[in-house]
């Protein structure tokens, strides 16, 4: 089955500088990959995401860019604010009734 | 627009009983997903529901059940709990007319304790 790598694990960022999560995945079939946001005590929203006929999407401060290639896509925050700090997933999905694998997460914080 | 809603919020359980668990879909959703995230982890998928049958299932033994209803609404059973069971466990909403690939809406999660 499919298995997603993130890195880092933490990452601490100033406030106004930018963020990058990156994630590989196994199985060249995937071909929805979002990524999820998760605050302390709520489930992940869906922040962004992409399909594999797409290289890159941007949604104001976020964007998401995808290598089929290589089987990798990355997290883009610019420009961090305070309320960015928390747990970002990476997914990846061949299609939907077989869910979506998730990476292991990624702390971000944002320090002021 | 209601998002999707999850009860009971927190549950405390006895090893080798069972649980249900049950999750209300966000208005237009057709198909709901259940997902298990153990503390540190990403969600791990269980399983997911369209037209009221289980029509994907993840790496999750056969004591991991559920219904769907036909207001779309859903639970999750476990039979006899594991300390291992304890976790957040994970609703998710879609629309299956786009395969699910627009975005699943997760709930907050029903926080599972076994002890």
């Known amino acids: 089955g499919e298995n997603v790598e993130q890195h880092p694990s933490t990452l601490s960022v100033q406030e106004g500088d930018s963020a990058v999560i990156k994630c590989t995945y196994s199985?060249?079939?995937?071909?929805?990959f979002p990524w999820y946001k998760q605050e302390l005590g709520k489930g992940p929203q869906l922040i962004i995401d992409?399909?594999?006929?797409?290289g890159e999407k941007k949604d104001q401060r976020i964007a998401v860019t995808l290598n089929k290639t290589a089987k990798h896509f990355s997290l883009h925050i610019t420009e961090t604010q305070p309320e960015d700090s928390a747990v970002y997933f990476c997914?990846?999905?061949?299609?939907?009734?077989?869910?979506?694998?998730f990476g292991k997460g990624t702390h971000l914080i944002i320090q002021p | 627009e209601t998002g999707v809603t999850q009860s009971p919020t927190h549950l405390i359980k006895t090893r080798g009983q069972q649980v249900t668990l049950r999750c209300s879909s966000q208005?237009?959703?057709?198909?709901v997903s259940w997902y298990q995230q153990a503390l540190g982890q990403g969600p791990q998928f269980i399983f997911q529901?369209?037209?009221?049958?289980?029509?994907g299932r993840g790496n999750f033994p056969p004591r991991f059940s559920g219904l769907q209803f036909p207001n779309y609404s859903s639970e999750l059973n476990v039979n006899a709990l594991e300390l291992d069971d304890s976790a957040l466990y994970l609703c998710?909403?879609?629309?299956?007319?786009?395969?699910?690939?627009?975005?699943?809406?997760f709930g907050s999660g029903t926080r599972l304790t076994v002890v």
């Open positions: 998710a909403s879609s629309l299956e007319a786009n395969r699910g690939r627009n975005g699943y809406t």
């Open positions: 199985d060249s079939a995937s071909n929805y």
């Open positions: 992409i399909r594999s006929n797409v």
């Open positions: 997914a990846a999905s061949i299609r939907g009734a077989d869910g979506l694998t």
């Open positions: 208005s237009g959703h057709n198909t």
């Open positions: 529901y369209y037209r009221e049958e289980e029509n």
